[in-house]
Nanobody, 123 residues
């Protein structure tokens, strides 16, 4: 069974920085797309930053120039460096990945979500 394990959320003052990390637990064959989404109370979940299957990073306009997504392929880990955070960045941040696994003789390719990590920015 594969799970995405997130860490790094917390309380931070506006203008400060945080780094989130996410890695899958369990046996996997390949990670395809992987990235971060967020959801604030009363709002829909939105894309923050993701790597496409081709390795291209895409960012929401609201975080461009402040957030950086990176990854360590050897560790199957993706990071979100959040700089110059603002109160409007306050959300639960979710890691998402499309992962290929082997289940017996079958190959499965599906989306996984982390449990979410709270980021709260105070001014």
């Amino acid at each position: 069974q594969v799970h995405l394990v997130e860490s790094g959320g917390g309380l931070v003052q506006a203008g400060g920085s945080l780094r989130l990390s996410c890695a899958p637990s369990g046996s996997i064959l390949r990670i395809n797309e992987m990235g971060w989404y967020r959801q604030a109370p009363g709002k829909q979940r939105e894309l923050v930053a993701v790597f496409s299957s081709g390795g291209i990073a895409n960012y929401a306009d609201s975080v461009k120039g402040r957030f950086t997504i990176s990854r360590d392929n050897a560790k199957n880990t993706v990071y979100l460096q959040m700089n110059n955070v603002k109160p409007e960045d306050t959300s639960v941040y979710y890691c998402n990945a499309r992962i290929t696994t082997r289940e017996g003789f079958d190959i499965s390719n599906r989306d996984y979500w982390g449990q979410g990590t709270q980021v709260t920015v105070f001014s």
